[in-house]
């Protein structure tokens, strides 16, 4: 079965450190762009981190870029989020989504996980 | 930064009806690279169009996109009860990617 499965989630207090993880299976996960994007409590969609296939090309938005990492392990189907200095508006769902290919134009993710919620607080 | 201000927040249509979703960009997308997503309550979004016309794998055709420049608009041709959730628009031509705020469809 397609699928991606995150786990890593809870209560984190501010300042505070977790690390997400998201396992891939039933496609070449080595071939395609992941994603992290999280959903704050009651808000929109917040795309956070990309990483290419191969980790050349790695983006961040800027709420997230000093304390958040994105990585890949392309032998586990595995994708990650390291999460530092977390504060309470990091609370959210975080899901894991796969891109449509590997190249500039396919970041409309046509996969996504069930999510992993995030809750920061004393 | 691009901002995506989709409209209306809130649409409420009776069944077989046809909804009009708008999503305006702050600046022209110059590509093709705006996509819609459906997000029931409790689930995860999902992909319905990308390349602002192309319908993702398993969707029906009663979905549609269009537009170009700073404007586009999802369409349900003929509203389904199973259609209630709330739809966002997604640029991803240029970081950061950025999703609307979302409007939601309720069925009368």
């Known amino acids: 079965e397609v699928q991606l499965v995150e786990s890593g989630g809870g209560l984190v207090k501010p300042g505070g450190s977790l690390r997400l993880s998201c396992a891939a299976s039933?496609?070449?996960?080595?071939?395609?762009?992941m994603n992290w994007v999280r959903q704050a409590p009651g808000k929109g969609l917040e795309w956070l981190s990309s990483?290419?296939?191969?980790?050349?090309?790695?983006y961040y938005t800027d709420s997230v870029k000093g304390r958040f990492t994105i990585s890949r392990d392309n032998a586990k189907n595995s994708l990650y989020l390291q999460m530092n200095s977390l504060r309470a508006e990091d609370t959210a769902v975080y899901y894991c989504?796969?891109?449509?290919?590997?190249?500039?134009?396919?970041?409309?993710?046509?996969?996504w996980g069930q999510g992993t919620l995030v809750t920061v607080s004393s | 930064e691009i901002v995506l201000t989709q409209s209306p927040g809130t649409l409420s249509l009776s069944p077989g009806e046809r909804a009009t979703l708008s999503c305006r960009a702050s600046?022209?997308?110059?590509?093709?690279?705006l996509a819609w997503y459906q997000q029931k309550p409790g689930q995860a979004p999902r992909l319905l169009i990308y390349?602002?016309?192309n319908r993702a794998t398993g969707i029906p055709d009663r979905f549609s996109g269009s537009g170009s420049g700073t404007d586009f608009t999802l369409t349900i041709s003929r509203l389904e009860p199973e259609d209630l959730a709330v739809y966002y628009c997604?640029?991803?031509?240029?970081?950061?990617?950025?999703f609307g705020q979302g409007t939601k469809v309720e069925i009368k």
């Open positions: 600046q022209s997308l110059s590509s093709t690279y």
């Open positions: 990483i290419d296939s191969s980790s050349f090309y790695i």
């Open positions: 039933g496609f070449t996960f080595s071939s395609y762009t």
């Open positions: 390349d602002i016309s």
């Open positions: 989504a796969k891109n449509r290919g590997d190249y500039h134009g396919s970041g409309s993710p046509d996969l």
């Open positions: 997604q640029q991803y031509n240029y970081s950061p990617w950025t």
